[in-house]
């Protein structure tokens, strides 16, 4: 045996095997301790004893007898063997108050009819009631190690037991009685259901480590609760009701560690005015937050959890905060005004969760709230919905600060939208990769894809557009240093709702690019002229445009074009199709001239067009009176 005097690894390399029959009770077996071989002294030293059955049951009491020399007996009652399967055996041994080895034995427990006597003198089920354990096959005696990290491969060893060193609480046994029935009492705003906070409260009270069990059925939770370290919650699709607030509520505070809720589903009523945008806000809400995860230090709290748990009418489910490593994951969140918050916070996962927004949010509602300095986070297979009239199902970093390495994957995106779809503040980087996003602007307002901003990057990757109405790409401005890139998309646009709005190539970037993308016009009644008067940057690489006769590329009328940039506007098209869908062109389609103040630099190389040749077969791509506007015009052809 060693001390922290001795620096060693504490690894466990392999378990040792003991047979038992089910039902026995009175097993004695005796554990014979040594390392490389030699009898290890036991003298001074405490031994404890854990279980866990093959139905998950933990027996936190086993009682060990006889330490003597190098061995100790472990006695087992019927309720240790009473299931079949494996039987986790857990021993800790202590001296001067100090572990100093932990190690694990698995026994399969046969099946037997009826309970068996067992034997006093250590029946094991055939065995010989006397196991070997040599030490050295948990250690590694060759490398050194501090005291931190022996108490840390101690932690380790106890863990592989799966929880057995954890305190599972069962509520009900301490009075916390779910209810069958429940209703909602509209003039008082309340639930008929009994509080149950200071109860769970008391339970809690200054435990740590503890697995908390609700049983299925109704509860009303009008006390904040605060998990403990290391506390796991399992819900088992229980209901907690929380009556509406005028101000904003947290139900289940998580302030610490390793902690995780799963299986509960949260319900409350929209009521009252929205209190997180009190100034502005006409959302009617219920102000309430299932589940804060959130560091009360400057240090950040880590490696939180909530899984499979549901809600409706909520502000908003989980607000995650000064929180690295989070998980969120199977999540269902409707009528929500905020689905998911966050700030502050690295490796942060969303994933396998369903986001619909209230329908009378308004345009301070999202389905994701990515707030300042949440970075690297991954949200991945989920379903944002926007039933309603709010904006950005996505937004990302505020004005307190940006956001970096936001991926958004294989991900459903459907929305009415007020003001923009996506939001992007300064200095923030967002991809969404192979993600269906069909979106409709509302009558109410010109529709954006984004709100974008300085030094900022999105990147779209195999994605799939449907946008009905939007007016363009982004807000007119000119920014600094900011780029958005479609690679390997499709883009089918639409404007049933507002016939003015077709998505013109217009965005406030430095840099918008098309590569190996179809944008399609052709479903569209409105004509529009491609590259407009207050273009600044677009190219396109290997892609397709579908037009009709409504569209140009440019007019090539004297005056018609008004420049208001800064810099001359940019264009290029290269190794690309241009298709007119429809009748053949009678007009001509690409021209541009110069104004007074700015030359537009056009470039165009390698382009088909198709269905695009007069009746009298000529070249349909005129650029009389124009011709000092385009730096390069190179095997434009018509087939």
């Not at 219920?286 to 995860?293: E, K, V």
């Amino acid at each position: 045996m060693r001390d922290y005097d001795i620096e060693s690894d504490l690894k466990q390399e392999k378990f040792q095997s003991i047979k038992l029959v089910q039902g026995d009770r009175g097993n004695k077996i005796k554990i014979n301790v040594y390392e490389d071989g030699q009898p290890v002294n036991l003298a001074g030293c405490s031994v404890t004893a854990k279980y866990k059955r093959a139905d998950g049951e933990i027996i936190n009491d086993g009682v060990i007898e006889n330490i003597h020399d190098n061995s100790f007996d472990a006695v087992m009652d019927s309720s240790i063997t009473k299931v079949a399967g494996t039987l986790k055996m857990l021993f800790t041994i202590e001296k001067d108050a100090v572990k100093v080895s932990a190690f694990l034995l698995l026994a399969d427990v046969r099946e037997s009819i009826g309970e068996n006597t067992g034997s006093s003198g250590g029946n094991t089920g055939g065995g010989s009631g006397e196991v070997t354990i040599d030490l050295s096959n948990y250690y590694k005696k060759i490398e050194t190690y501090s005291k931190n990290q022996i108490d840390a491969r101690f932690k380790d060893i106890v863990n592989e037991i799966d929880g057995i060193n954890k305190l599972y609480i069962n509520l009900s046994k301490f009075g916390v009685k779910p209810s069958s029935q429940v209703s909602y009492d509209e003039t008082t705003k309340t639930y008929n259901l009994s509080d149950c906070s200071d109860k769970i409260k008391a339970t809690l009270d200054n435990k740590e480590n503890v697995v908390i069990i609700f049983e299925k059925g109704n509860y009303l939770i009008d006390n904040t609760i605060i998990l403990p370290k290391n506390t796991k919650i399992i819900g088992n699709g229980a209901n907690i009701y929380i009556n509406p607030k005028e101000t904003s509520f947290t139900v289940f505070a998580i302030n610490n560690d390793n902690c995780c809720i799963e299986e509960l589903n949260f319900y409350s009523q929209l009521e009252y005015k929205n209190t997180l945008k009190e100034s502005d806000a006409s959302a009617i809400v219920s102000n309430i937050c299932g589940i804060t995860i959130v560091s009360n230090t400057t240090n950040k709290i880590l490696n939180n959890c909530v899984k499979n748990c549901k809600s409706k009418n909520l502000s908003f489910l989980v607000s995650n905060m000064k929180a690295d490593n989070t998980i969120l994951s199977d999540l269902v969140i409707d009528e929500a005004y905020f689905g998911i918050y966050s700030d502050n916070c690295n490796n942060l996962k969303i994933l396998n969760t369903k986001i619909t927004t209230q329908t009378n949010t308004d345009i301070y509602g999202h389905a994701i709230y990515l707030g300042y300095n949440s970075n690297n986070v991954v949200i991945d297979n989920n379903d944002l919905r926007m039933n309603g009239t709010g904006s950005n199902i996505i937004k990302c970093g505020s004005n307190d600060g940006a956001v970096n390495n936001i991926i958004v994957k294989n991900t459903k995106i459907n929305g009415i939208i007020t003001s923009t779809l996506f939001y992007l503040h300064n200095s923030s980087d967002c991809r969404f990769i192979n993600c269906d996003i069909e979106a409709v602007g509302n009558n109410a307002t010109y529709t954006r894809l984004l709100q974008f901003n300085d030094n900022s990057k999105c990147e779209f990757i195999d994605c799939n557009f449907i946008l009905d109405s939007f007016e363009k790409i982004t807000q007119n401005y000119s920014y600094v240093n900011n780029s958005i890139i479609f690679k390997k998309c499709s883009l089918k646009i639409l404007n049933s709702i507002n016939k003015y709005c077709v998505l013109r190539l217009v965005a406030g970037s430095k840099k918008l690019q098309f590569i190996n993308s179809i944008i399609d016009y052709s479903g569209t009644n409105y004509g529009i002229n491609i590259i407009s008067e207050d273009i600044y940057s677009v190219d396109l690489y290997n892609s397709i445009i579908m037009i009709t006769n409504l569209y140009n590329l440019g007019w090539y009328a004297k005056n018609v074009v008004k420049y208001t940039k800064t810099n001359s506007p940019h264009f290029l098209m290269t190794n690309s199709i241009i298709e007119n869908i429809g009748n053949k062109r009678t007009s001509s389609m690409i021209g541009y001239v110069t104004t007074d103040s700015y030359t537009p630099d056009i470039i165009l190389n390698n382009i088909s067009c198709i269905n695009c040749i007069e009746n009298n077969n000529d070249m349909n791509i005129k650029f009389t009176d124009a011709e000092k506007d385009y730096r390069y015009y190179n095997n434009v052809i018509s087939i």
